[in-house]
């Protein structure tokens, strides 16, 4: 088969928008817990449903006070916080429509976004983003309000609209359909300028709903325990922005960080102590990675070690046992895993407050020894593929059989078809209405509602999906021989001393690649052996690194051919960045800016 639908859970609403969840919430139990935010002292403080709702009105009759109007499009450039949650629902209560601006944007892409939005207010999260948008501020003559996060713009719009009656909030929020427009989310784009995703407050109903009727077992919470998630991911992004509106909907206690980074989100996880958490895989490598090195330097590696084999085997054998395929895991090794739990498993789940049992990942591929890994641990991932075009997920593994290293079946309600060259085309409630002011771009991917993604995918006999890469990064040899880097990539990206890897050989003899370093996994190599502190020129020289990563090079090329195999490759003294322009704000690679940036060493790659 080549075509897989699954029907849908939720019955699509024929009216309202998003912002009617806030106050059906407050309605229904005005008391429960709905969001917790930091205070100045950064403790957690609790935010009732009844709270939020008020919260919610009063900023909404702020913005109609100082000119928002029903259909207007306001900008909104901050990291993930209370605040942006609570101005995106202020924002649908009264029919506006929010466009997020990547926080690290340079002052032409915020310009070609709010220009091409027809952006008439902005919110900021500081100065610098103000004096990003004042760069360009003389060519968006209809940007007429700024407001600024760190300057306390939700008392100045409270107490603006004060004197108005909640009954006028009320009437634009009645007003709102589901097929109204709810934000224009503009692609992080690989190549080319970001295109505006035009989705709808019924595009995120299908999403969300479905997604929580079907993963109930994650998005609600066991006797005795109340549902929670930490929301770190980028609100920018369409998958922060499907989390924050599936938490609303589906009554979990939300919370946010903001950095993105192990450093900041770890201790947060310990305190706030979410029951579930979505994420990309680079989270859930670093919790890994962070581990084992632990474990290095209290010289319980092998015991650690040996704890991965047992949790692999233990969650394969689970998996074995829900396709038909085995009979679950053995006694011996059921005690070997109730052994392991008490000295690394539960030190695993308490790095992620210790009560995480279940995680959604997407935005790029998790490679399926770590699923089963963290499976075996007492955590499993759910692993899905998306994009901002079908406003987040469109397959995911089901509770109850996951096949880790795939991204799943359709979501419900969803449908997916491979075309004859691989094309993953997607069909539902959750595609999007098409690029703002680019119909040819749209007519391009659109065809009578069904969405023709660019990536490439297989489909095993269960039905399950995998992706194997995109047709335009796709690299042909200068032999014919046609490679996806995808694949090579990921399992060079396994090895604990790399951060990044980019295969190359487009239209060259061979393939190649260039890798990138860890440097908290660097310098905890390097002291275990022994070794001094080095600049990062003279460590990409380094011997015995060099040999390191060959290990991770030797590893990929076993899923290939040798032709299709990397021949050669060079360590980089530093990272890809998203500030010098080679990565998207959601961490994937612009191969051919990273190629032209590193066009010397590429060259060096191929010469004698």
């Not at 895991?329 to 407050?353: C, N, T, W």
């Not at 011997?543 to 021949?567: G, Y």
């Amino acid at each position: 088969m080549r075509e897989f639908t699954v029907p849908p859970l939720a019955t699509a609403p024929r009216v309202g928008g998003l912002a009617d969840s806030v106050y059906d919430n407050a309605a229904a139990d005005p008391e429960r817990v709905a969001l917790t935010r930091k205070d100045d002292e950064g403790q957690w403080q609790d935010v009732t449903a009844a709270q939020f709702r008020d919260e919610v009105m009063a900023l909404a009759k702020g913005l109609l006070a100082q000119g928002v109007r029903f259909g207007d499009r306001v900008g909104i450039m901050s990291r993930t916080r209370y605040e942006w949650t609570l101005f995106d629902f202020a924002l649908w209560s009264v029919g506006a429509q929010s466009v997020p601006l990547y926080p690290t944007s340079s002052a032409e892409q915020v310009f070609w976004m709010l220009h091409n939005a027809d952006v008439t207010a902005c919110l900021v999260e500081h100065e610098d983003h103000a004096m990003t948008i004042g760069s360009v501020i003389d060519r968006l003559p209809h940007l007429r309000k700024l407001w600024q996060l760190d300057a306390d713009p939700v008392a100045e719009l409270t107490a603006a609209g004060a004197h108005m009656e909640d009954e006028v909030v009320h009437r634009h929020r009645m007003a709102v359909t589901p097929e109204a427009t709810a934000t224009i989310i503009y692609t992080s784009g690989t190549t080319g300028r970001p295109k505006g995703c035009v989705i709808t407050h019924a595009n995120f109903m299908a999403e969300s709903d479905n997604i929580v009727l079907r993963y109930e077992r994650v998005f609600k919470s066991k006797a005795g325990e109340e549902a929670a998630t930490l929301l770190f991911l980028p609100l920018a992004h369409v998958f922060g922005r499907m989390v924050q509106v599936a938490a609303i909907r589906g009554r979990v206690k939300l919370a946010h960080q903001p950095e993105l980074v192990a450093r900041a989100l770890l201790p947060d996880l310990q305190t706030f102590r979410p029951t579930f958490i979505l994420a990309v895989p680079y989270i859930f490598e670093k919790v890994f990675a962070a581990a084992r090195r632990k474990a290095e330097a209290d010289g319980k590696v092998g015991a650690f070690d040996k704890a991965v084999e047992i949790a692999v085997r233990y969650a394969e054998a689970q998996e074995n046992k829900a396709f038909g395929t085995g009979s679950g895991p053995s006694a011996s090794l059921r005690m070997q895993h109730q052994i392991f739990d008490k000295l690394v498993y539960s030190k695993v789940r308490e790095a992620m407050g210790g009560r995480v049992r279940h995680a959604m990942s997407g935005g790029s591929a998790m490679e399926r020894r770590l699923g089963l890994f963290f499976a075996g641990a007492g955590v499993i991932i759910y692993e899905g593929y998306g994009l901002t075009e079908s406003t987040a997920a469109a397959t995911a593994n089901p509770p109850e059989r996951t096949r880790y290293g795939t991204v799943g079946v359709p979501v419900p309600g969803t449908t997916v078809h491979l075309a004859e060259d691989g094309e993953i085309w997607l069909y539902g409630g959750q595609v999007f209405q098409g690029y703002h002011n680019d119909p040819k771009a749209t007519d391009a991917v659109l065809h009578d509602g069904w969405f023709s993604t660019g990536d490439l995918g297989a489909v095993d006999e269960d039905g399950y999906l995998t992706i194997t890469g995109r047709k335009k990064e796709v690299l042909v040899t200068s032999g014919g021989k046609t490679v996806s880097p995808v694949p090579l990539e990921e399992r060079v990206r396994a090895h604990p001393l790399v951060a990044q890897c980019i295969v190359v050989g487009n239209d060259r003899p061979f393939i190649a690649a260039l890798v990138t370093l860890d440097p908290e996994a660097v310098t905890h190599w390097l002291a275990m052996r022994g070794k001094p502190e080095m600049p990062p020129h003279d460590l990409v020289r380094d011997p015995d690194l060099e040999t390191e990563i060959r290990r991770a090079v030797v590893a990929a090329n076993t899923l290939v051919s040798q032709a299709e195999s990397i021949r050669t490759f060079r360590i980089l003294a530093h990272q890809f960045s998203e500030e010098h322009g080679l990565l998207t704000p959601s961490l994937k690679l612009k191969r051919k800016a990273i190629e032209t940036a590193y066009s010397a060493e590429v060259d060096a790659l191929y010469r004698g």
